[in-house]
T-cell receptor, first 114, second 113 residues
Framework: DTGVSQDPRHKITKRGQNVTFRCDPISEHNRLYWYRQTLGQGPEFLTYFQNEAQLEKSRLLSDRFSAERPKGSFSTLEIQRTEQGDSAMYLC????????????FGPGTRLLVL | GQQLNQSPQSMFIQEGEDVSMNCTSSSIFNTWLWYKQDPGEGPVLLIA?????ELTSNGRLTAQFGITRKDSFLNISASIPSDVGIYFCAGQPRSNTGNQFYFGTGTSLTVIP
């Protein structure tokens, strides 16, 4: 199966620690998106890449968050100095450029900040 | 951000029944999508709608892009236990020049065998 994969699936950390998540998109897809989902809510857009360029960032992406897609393939999302409010499911999705609306999601990384 | 209101918030139905849910917005949308999410998993795209009035089916699922472009509907016919999950609408507002979606808060569906 060559769907979107994310690693790790679960992460528990203490407040103040840094965490990094990885997303491997579907290999032919140019675009890669990061979303955050809290309990009882729909996903909220964080940022997206077209190949290696980060083209759009949400106001939700504070300066403690940074995302990279260095070679236009996999992407990492790092959260520095985690806070309890960062606890959420972090979802990655990918799509073709021309059919960007058709986004395929990974299984997500669930983060718990103690 | 954009507010997408989904209704109902939750549904408990008997297996075999038909299901209807909807999503409304205060602004005009260019695209509407419907996703299903199982617990602990990412959303899975069910149907994408691109034009006002468009009616699209995917098996037992049928979705419509409202004529006003401010709403969308999803129907599931003859529900089965594996239809259980949370259904999200998502869309791209016409006013949004970027490439991002806004998601609704979801409709939780429980199917009683």
């Amino acid at each position: 199966d060559t769907g979107v994969s994310q690693d790790p699936r679960h992460k528990i950390t203490k407040r103040g620690q840094n965490v990094t998540f990885r997303c491997d998109p579907i290999s032919e897809h140019n675009r890669l998106y990061w979303y955050r989902q809290t309990l009882g809510q729909g996903p909220e857009f964080l940022t997206y890449f077209q190949n290696e360029a980060q083209l759009e960032k949400s106001r939700l992406l504070s300066d403690r968050f940074s995302a990279e897609r260095p070679k236009g393939s996999f992407s990492t999302l790092e959260i520095q100095r985690t806070e309890q409010g960062d606890s959420a499911m972090y979802l990655c999705a990918s799509s073709f450029l021309t059919l960007w609306e058709t986004q395929y999601f990974g299984p997500g990384t669930r983060l718990l900040v103690l | 951000g954009q507010q997408l209101n989904q209704s109902p918030q939750s549904m408990f139905i008997q297996e075999g029944e038909d299901v209807s849910m909807n999503c409304t917005s205060s602004s005009i949308f260019n695209t509407w999508l419907w996703y299903k999410q199982d617990p602990g998993e990412g959303p899975v795209l069910l149907i994408a709608l691109y034009k006002a009035g468009e009616l699209t089916s995917n098996g037992r699922l049928t979705a419509q892009f409202g004529i006003t472009r401010k709403d969308s509907f999803l129907n599931i016919s003859a529900s089965i236990p594996s239809d259980v999950g949370i259904y999200f609408c998502a869309g791209q507002p016409r006013s949004n020049t970027g490439n991002q979606f806004y998601f609704g808060t979801g409709t939780s569906l429980t199917v009683i065998p």
